[in-house]
């Protein structure tokens, strides 16, 4: 998921990304990125992995031609069943080592703190099952310098409670992806399934009050 470089404004794209997202010129050191276009609160599911996004095997990858390979590796990210390459911008989220958003299994991501309108969605790659490691330039106060795969382990604590906490509110805040999760589209469908649930009830008292 690296960025490729590149030069443009700020412009929507097809998504399972939230729609108050969109793709933008982050800056020559890093590239594209993806930005928020209005404020999304703590518990908002940002990204979405669907039946769009593709998904290949190891031996797959390795049978393509150098060119297509290296831009796979550029985009794509492996979650120990093979390489996923998401269909629209959210290929284009940027690492940071104090990041907005986690996710759960590549299934999805939640914003683990509230993020404003034009700031940057960020992951922790270490979570993405990379077999590189790179010099970071975040610019995080908690920058480690250089982020790989082994530093899972001890970063996993902090960014698991966030992400309970983030969860816990799933069902409080409004949901612009809920459509896609109530018709059962999304992978990560049953395991939200509880949290849409309360939207829902939430729903439904506010409109009869």
């Known amino acids: 998921m690296l960025c490729a470089l ?11 990304m939230h729609p108050a997202t969109a793709l933008s010129f982050a800056g020559a050191d890093v590239g594209f990125g993806v930005v928020a ?6 518990g908002t599911i940002v990204w979405l992995r669907d039946r769009l996004d593709q998904q ?4 797959e990858l390795k049978a393509l031609p150098l060119l297509q390979r290296d831009a796979l590796r550029a985009h794509a990210w492996s979650e ?10 959210g290929r284009y989220t940027n690492h940071s080592c104090a990041p907005n958003c986690a996710g759960l299994d590549g ?6 703190r509230d993020i404003k309108a034009g700031e940057q969605i960020t992951d922790d790659y270490a979570f ?5 490691a790179f010099d970071c330039r975040c610019g995080a106060t908690t920058c480690r ?3 790989g795969k082994g530093q899972v382990v001890p970063i996993v604590p902090q960014t698991e409670a966030l992400y ?28 939200l399934r509880p949290a849409l649930a309360r939207t829902r009830r939430r729903a439904r008292r506010q409109g009869a009050a």
């Open 128 to 132: 993405l099952g990379m077999n590189i």
């Open 107 to 112: 299934e999805f991501d939640v914003a683990i």
């Open 37 to 42: 276009t209005q404020d999304l609160p703590a």
């Open 164 to 191: 309970r906490k983030a969860m816990a509110r799933v069902g409080e805040v409004e949901q612009a992806l809920a459509p896609l999760l109530s018709t059962g589209d999304g992978v990560g469908f049953d395991l």
């Open 145 to 147: 310098g250089r982020v």
């Open 80 to 89: 120990g069943r093979g390489w996923y390459l998401t269909w629209d911008h």
């Open 56 to 59: 290949l095997s190891t031996q």
């Open 6 to 16: 590149g030069l443009g404004p700020a412009r929507s794209a097809p998504h399972m």
